[in-house]
């Protein structure tokens, strides 16, 4: 964009304090050249030969204006300056205006995503991932997922024997998973999982009930990137190794 001001005001101080003359016909070259090139190489058109006619009637344009510059004076420096100006102008503005829409194409690739569904809407994933954790009965549905980009929400049981919960902000690292543990809960008894076909024996300290494990999906909808931390997240190899999902 500087280039195309740089050659817009040099053209208009050639104009003014240049040798030929700087007639009407220059001031209305200057103006029209710009709003040409402004308008090819921002807009365009649908049609290539549009196009095309436009650049070659610049370059005819031009070569009118110079030959009758005895008449016209300046005008013909001022259509081809102010037309190369024009064309870095409409480009460096078609650049700018497309910018959003690529952030809105990123924000498209990161959609939420519940039980392998995705969702653009924050409210409808939520509402999906709510229901399907109420769904959870140990037998057809003994898993969930949530996940928004690399961050990840696992579930694994049933809404009314026990789940176990995991959370991590980046798949990637492994090391970065944290279960959910019940800090009112000191003995170390095993209670058992269902998961369809697979049962699992787990730690009565992992094992939580429904309103705990909405509550940590509700956390997670709220911070997803954020590293678990505090008393009810456990991370290491308990958090690891007590993963009962098949994600």
């Given at each position: 964009m500087a280039f195309g001001v740089v050659v817009l005001c040099a053209t208009l101080a050639f104009v003014l304090f240049g040798r030929l003359a700087a007639p009407w016909q220059a001031f209305a070259a200057l103006g029209a050249g710009?709003?040409?090139?402004?308008?090819?190489?921002?807009?365009?058109?649908?049609?290539?030969?549009v196009s095309l006619l436009?650049?070659?009637?610049?370059?005819?344009?031009c070569v009118v204006l110079f030959v009758n510059a005895d008449t016209v004076g300046s005008a013909g420096i001022a259509w081809i300056g102010s037309f190369v100006a024009g064309t870095n102008l409409g480009t460096a503005w078609r650049m700018v205006s497309t910018k959003p829409k690529a952030r809105a194409a990123r924000t498209v690739e990161a959609a939420w995503e519940v039980a392998g569904e995705e969702f653009t809407s924050e409210a409808e994933a939520r509402d999906e991932a709510?229901?399907?954790?109420?769904?959870?009965?140990?037998?057809?549905n003994a898993h969930l997922s949530v996940a928004l980009g690399s961050a990840r929400f696992e579930v694994a049981g049933s809404a009314g024997k026990g789940l176990v919960c995991h959370r991590n902000p980046d798949v990637s690292k492994d090391v970065s998973w944290a279960v959910l543990v019940r800090t009112d809960q000191s003995a170390d008894n095993s209670i058992e999982v269902p998961m369809g076909d697979v049962k699992g024996f787990m730690p009565s300290?992992?094992?939580?009930?429904?309103?705990?494990?909405e509550a940590a999906l509700s956390d997670f909808f709220k911070t997803p990137a954020l590293q678990p931390s505090g008393r009810e997240l456990?991370?290491?190899n308990d958090a690891r190794g007590t993963r009962l999902t098949t994600y």
């Open positions: 710009a709003g040409l090139g402004v308008w090819l190489f921002r807009f365009g058109s649908r049609h290539v030969w436009c650049l070659f009637g610049a370059l005819a344009v709510t229901a399907a954790l109420r769904a959870l009965d140990g037998d057809a300290r992992l094992v939580q009930d429904l309103p705990a494990v456990l991370t290491g």
